[in-house]
């Protein structure tokens, strides 16, 4: 579902009115608050690509680094044609809080650049990436800022990155994460955002008294978080029983045999499933089932459809996909939410182990990746619901209120402030 204008053009503002919320409840000083809420830094790039049939065309490409004061700025790169500083300004920020909810020794930023990546071939997408890179490599770091994937870029992507950066300042390959294995990508961090979901769901599952076996669960999105969050919700014995991606959505009350969708769309063939009732994705998000996963872009979830949706409980795989109206009239519904810096934080856990094995020279077996960030998942998990018991407030407002409580003491042991 597309947002209304006004909601499109306030995504930064979202956020924050999330962050003023658990700052509210913590007590926050007014001067913390606008050290945390105020980026470090905000990059804008001009990327001129010579396109296939000869014609120039430029592009605008952006980063926004967030806060350093816990390490290094982390975050993902996005190729879309919605792209602006706003939305940047949004995504970097919530890495900020996601990094530090986990624990682990990064800050927060994001970038992208605003293009149709499927009206472009694969030689204009390295181009549009290299050009990028060498306009904004001053600005990355192994210490500094490490990109890494997100919506429409892949290792694919990451590796021209790598490349392009290493020509300039020698080879670095903890410079970006989610790169191919074989230039030093981790194992398991292809499907670390879907696990970590999957993983999330479980233990919310457990304590909203919603067993997962046999629980009725949605998927929005079928892209590389959504696809695997559903391939592993079905291993555990959910009926997933609505998929969708870009070019629709569909129904099966049976529940789909996920294995076999999951490999025809990762051979490029979409999703298809015999007997499927065909819905609109804005259809999909208003089905009853007992968890509802919104796993595509941001602000799907809005004022006007919150009212309609018939989930027991959702769990934000994508970023910001509830605008903050809604969670207003779903929190008055009593529907819980599991918020995105917790659901979706698996991708930038296992980031940080790439980047550490880069460092170490030194790579780790799938199962101690997968181990450790089952453990990262489950403690920050465990944090969340002890503060919410205590507090009495919502998992959202706990999870941020744990993040900026570190950034906050952080800051100050820093002398920020």
């Given at each position: 579902?597309?947002?209304?204008?006004?909601?499109?053009?306030?995504?930064?503002?979202?956020?924050?009115?999330?962050?003023?919320?658990?700052?509210?409840?913590?007590?926050?000083?007014?001067?913390?608050?606008?050290?945390?809420?105020?980026?470090?830094?905000?990059?804008?790039?001009?990327?001129?690509?010579?396109?296939?049939d000869?014609?120039?065309?430029?592009?605008?490409?952006?980063?926004?680094?967030?806060?350093?004061?816990?390490?290094?700025?982390?975050?993902?790169?996005?190729?879309?044609?919605?792209?602006?500083?706003?939305?940047?300004?949004?995504?970097?920020?919530?890495?900020?809080?996601?990094?530090?909810?986990v624990?682990i020794?990064?800050?927060?930023?994001?970038?992208?650049?605003?293009?149709?990546?499927?009206?472009m071939?694969?030689?204009?997408?390295?181009?549009?990436?290299?050009?990028?890179?060498?306009?904004?490599?001053?600005?990355?770091?192994?210490?500094?800022?490490?990109?890494?994937?997100?919506?429409?870029?892949?290792?694919?992507?990451?590796?021209?990155?790598?490349?392009?950066?290493?020509?300039?300042?020698?080879?670095?390959?903890?410079?970006?994460?989610?790169k191919?294995?074989?230039?030093?990508?981790?194992?398991?961090?292809?499907?670390?955002?879907?696990r970590?979901?999957?993983?999330?769901?479980?233990?919310?599952?457990?304590?909203?008294?919603?067993?997962?076996?046999?629980?009725?669960?949605?998927?929005?999105?079928?892209?590389?978080?959504?696809?695997?969050?559903?391939?592993?919700?079905?291993?555990?014995?959910?009926?997933?029983?609505?998929?969708?991606?870009?070019?629709?959505?569909?129904?099966?009350?049976?529940?789909?045999?996920v294995?076999?969708?999951?490999?025809?769309?990762?051979?490029?063939?979409?999703?298809?499933?015999?007997?499927?009732?065909?819905?609109?994705?804005?259809?999909?998000?208003?089905?009853?089932?007992?968890?509802?996963?919104?796993?595509?872009?941001?602000?799907?979830?809005?004022?006007?459809?919150?009212?309609?949706?018939?989930?027991?409980?959702?769990?934000?795989?994508?970023?910001?996909?509830?605008?903050?109206?809604?969670?207003?009239?779903?929190?008055?519904?009593?529907?819980?939410?599991?918020?995105?810096?917790?659901?979706?934080?698996?991708?930038?856990?296992?980031?940080?182990f790439?980047?550490?094995?880069?460092?170490?020279?030194?790579?780790?077996?799938?199962?101690?990746?997968?181990?450790?960030?089952?453990?990262?998942?489950?403690?920050?998990?465990?944090?969340?619901?002890?503060?919410?018991?205590?507090?009495?407030?919502?998992?959202?407002?706990?999870?941020?209120?744990?993040?900026?409580?570190?950034?906050?003491?952080?800051?100050?042991?820093?002398?920020?402030?």
């Amino acid at each position: 579902m597309t947002p209304s204008v006004a909601e499109k053009i306030n995504n930064y503002e979202n956020t924050n009115r999330l962050f003023d919320r658990a700052a509210d409840a913590l007590g926050l000083d007014p001067e913390m608050r606008l050290l945390l809420k105020t980026p470090f830094r905000e990059i804008q790039v001009e990327v001129p690509v010579r396109m296939d049939d000869g014609h120039l065309e430029v592009f605008l490409g952006y980063r926004v680094q967030h806060n350093g004061a816990r390490g290094p700025m982390k975050g993902g790169l996005r190729y879309h044609p919605e792209v602006d500083f706003d939305e940047v300004r949004s995504l970097a920020s919530l890495m900020t809080w996601k990094t530090a909810l986990v624990g682990i020794p990064f800050g927060g930023a994001k970038g992208g650049i605003t293009c149709d990546p499927g009206a472009m071939s694969l030689h204009e997408l390295e181009l549009l990436t290299r050009k990028f890179t060498s306009r904004m490599g001053f600005a990355f770091g192994l210490h500094r800022d490490i990109p890494a994937p997100d919506v429409n870029t892949t290792p694919q992507v990451m590796a021209w990155i790598m490349d392009q950066y290493g020509a300039r300042y020698g080879h670095t390959p903890g410079i970006v994460t989610g790169k191919p294995l074989e230039l030093g990508g981790s194992p398991g961090r292809l499907e670390a955002t879907g696990r970590g979901v999957a993983q999330i769901t479980e233990l919310a599952a457990a304590d909203q008294g919603i067993p997962l076996k046999g629980a009725r669960v949605v998927v929005q999105g079928f892209g590389n978080v959504g696809s695997y969050a559903a391939l592993f919700l079905h291993q555990q014995g959910a009926r997933v029983v609505g998929l969708s991606d870009v070019r629709g959505a569909l129904w099966n009350g049976d529940g789909f045999e996920v294995p076999a969708i999951f490999a025809a769309a990762k051979a490029g063939g979409g999703l298809r499933s015999a007997g499927a009732r065909e819905l609109s994705n804005e259809e999909l998000l208003e089905q009853e089932c007992d968890i509802l996963i919104p796993a595509a872009l941001g602000g799907v979830i809005t004022r006007e459809n919150a009212p309609r949706l018939q989930a027991r409980m959702i769990v934000e795989a994508a970023n910001s996909p509830i605008t903050t109206i809604a969670d207003a009239v779903l929190n008055e519904r009593s529907i819980p939410i599991v918020p995105d810096i917790l659901a979706n934080a698996g991708g930038v856990t296992v980031s940080y182990f790439e980047w550490a094995q880069n460092i170490q020279v030194f790579t780790w077996e799938e199962a101690q990746v997968n181990e450790q960030l089952t453990r990262i998942m489950a403690r920050t998990y465990a944090e969340v619901m002890a503060l919410v018991r205590e507090r009495g407030v919502a998992l959202r407002t706990a999870a941020f209120m744990i993040a900026i409580e570190r950034v906050a003491r952080a800051e100050r042991l820093r002398g920020g402030i």
